[in-house]
């Protein structure tokens, strides 16, 4: 049996230079995206206020 010795300090510091080099990377995809949700959620918040159309089944 082979056991596994993760040094979780490492991974840690490794884990945080990959999200501080991708994170400008993907900014504008991000902002993109919260655009998105919010013109979503502007759309969907009449349908669950009691609006003429049926809710969906769930």
Same mark, same amino acid.
């Given at each position: +049996? #082979?056991?596994?010795?993760?040094?979780?300090? &490492?991974?840690?510091? #490794?884990?945080? &230079?990959?999200?501080?080099? +991708?994170? @400008?990377?993907?900014? &504008? +995809?991000? $902002?993109?995206?919260? $655009? #998105?949700? *919010?013109? $979503?959620?502007?759309? +969907?918040? @009449? =349908? *669950?206020?009691?609006?003429?159309? @049926?809710? @969906? &089944? =769930?």
């Amino acid at each position: +049996m #082979i056991l596994l010795s993760v040094d979780f300090e &490492n991974l840690h510091q #490794i884990l945080r &230079n990959l999200y501080t080099e +991708m994170m @400008p990377l993907c900014r &504008n +995809m991000a $902002g993109v995206a919260k $655009g #998105i949700a *919010g013109l $979503g959620a502007l759309f +969907m918040s @009449p =349908r *669950g206020s009691g609006s003429r159309s @049926p809710a @969906p &089944n =769930r």
